[in-house]
């Protein structure tokens, strides 16, 4: 293919697979009116049911892959510790408990924005953001039998600030967020 046609081909095919992305961006949209709201609804209730935390130590939110269950990570842990606080692991079979109740794959996502102590072992915040996404996966699969195939995980460290527009009100970049999603995929 000479220069020339490579310069009308290209960005047809960008128009082609963009129009693709908005349309099923469109049927994604009106699949999540239906269904979504409706399922992510019953799943949060059944969250708020079982999870006695206050305003200010929890958010729902809903968004196209799921229900975001984001939970303020000093309930976990403590300042640069990896080891689950008591409040932590109870939170945690609760949370285990309302996992059992339905067959959706969970991701654990740790976001940390903090000052590391050299003392941690730890270099940056994506390091211990990912071992605490880990410990708490750990726990859900070894302590409370949640299915390994069903948890995910993953640390951002603090490249994920909270976004202020989902919220109203102030949240912590400080979460640990269990995304259960309302859908099925395969590893």
């Given at each position: 293919m000479d220069f020339g046609l490579k310069q009308i081909v290209i960005p047809v095919i960008c128009l082609i697979i963009l129009a693709q992305?908005?349309?099923?961006?469109?049927?994604?949209n009106i699949y999540m009116n239906i269904n979504f709201d409706a399922r992510s609804s019953y799943v949060q209730n059944e969250?708020?049911?079982?999870?006695?935390l206050n305003a200010s130590e929890i958010r729902y939110i809903k968004v196209p892959r799921g229900l975001i269950v984001s939970i303020a990570e000093n309930i976990f842990f403590t300042k640069?510790?990896?080891?689950?606080?008591?409040?932590?692991?109870q939170l945690l079979q609760s949370i285990a408990m309302?996992?059992?109740?339905?067959?959706?794959?969970?991701?654990?996502?740790?976001?940390?924005?903090?000052?590391?102590?050299?003392?941690?072992?730890?270099?940056?915040?994506w390091e211990i953001s990912i071992h605490r996404a880990n410990v708490i996966a750990q726990y859900l699969i070894q302590c409370c039998k949640?299915?390994?195939?069903?948890?995910?995980?993953?640390?951002?460290?603090?490249?994920m600030p909270f976004n202020e527009k989902i919220s109203d009100s102030q949240?912590?970049?400080?979460?640990?967020?269990?995304?259960?999603?309302?859908?099925t995929f395969r590893r």
């Open positions: 992305k908005a349309y099923c961006s469109q049927e994604a969250f708020k049911k079982n999870l006695q640069n510790s990896t080891r689950i606080t008591p409040k932590g692991q309302v996992l059992s109740k339905f067959n959706n794959k969970c991701v654990i996502e740790s976001h940390t924005d903090e000052t590391i102590e050299q003392a941690s072992g730890y270099k940056e915040d949640v299915s390994s195939d069903r948890i995910y995980t993953i640390g951002f460290g603090n490249t949240f912590t970049d400080n979460r640990i967020n269990f995304v259960i999603f309302d859908y």
